[in-house]
């Protein structure tokens, strides 16, 4: 069983910064890709940020140059570190993990609203 732990989201002003982590815990095998995904109300589950074991992280578009991923191996722990925040990025933020087993994983998900 794997448990995926999710922190940080919030209520913050157009501009403002948030950071969301997730800590991942349990029977783990060898992890292949931990990132983001979001989903606003009336929209699909989208990609925002993943990075896998020894790659470069990649973004969707419409975050790139605001939002930096990054991982703690040691921790199995992924964040999102989220500046310039813009009222379309409202949404559910979803932690996600994959092994090499091809599991998948998601965590419980984080409200993120951006409003003034």
């Known amino acids: 069983q794997v448990q995926l732990v999710e922190s940080g989201g919030g209520l913050v002003q157009p501009g403002g910064s948030l950071r969301l982590s997730c800590a991942a815990s349990?029977?783990?095998?060898?992890?292949?890709?931990m990132g983001w995904y979001r989903q606003a109300p009336g929209k699909q589950r989208e990609l925002v940020a993943r990075?896998?074991?020894?790659?470069?992280?990649n973004y969707a578009d419409s975050v790139k140059g605001r939002f930096t991923i990054s991982r703690d191996n040691a921790k199995n722990t992924v964040y999102l570190q989220m500046n310039s925040l813009k009222p379309e990025d409202t949404a559910v933020y979803y932690c996600?993990?994959?092994?090499?087993?091809?599991?998948?994983?998601w965590g419980q998900g984080t409200q993120v609203t951006v409003s003034s």
């Open positions: 990075i896998r074991t020894g790659g470069s992280p």
């Open positions: 996600h993990l994959g092994v090499v087993t091809g599991s998948i994983y």
């Open positions: 349990g029977s783990i095998f060898t992890i292949y890709t």
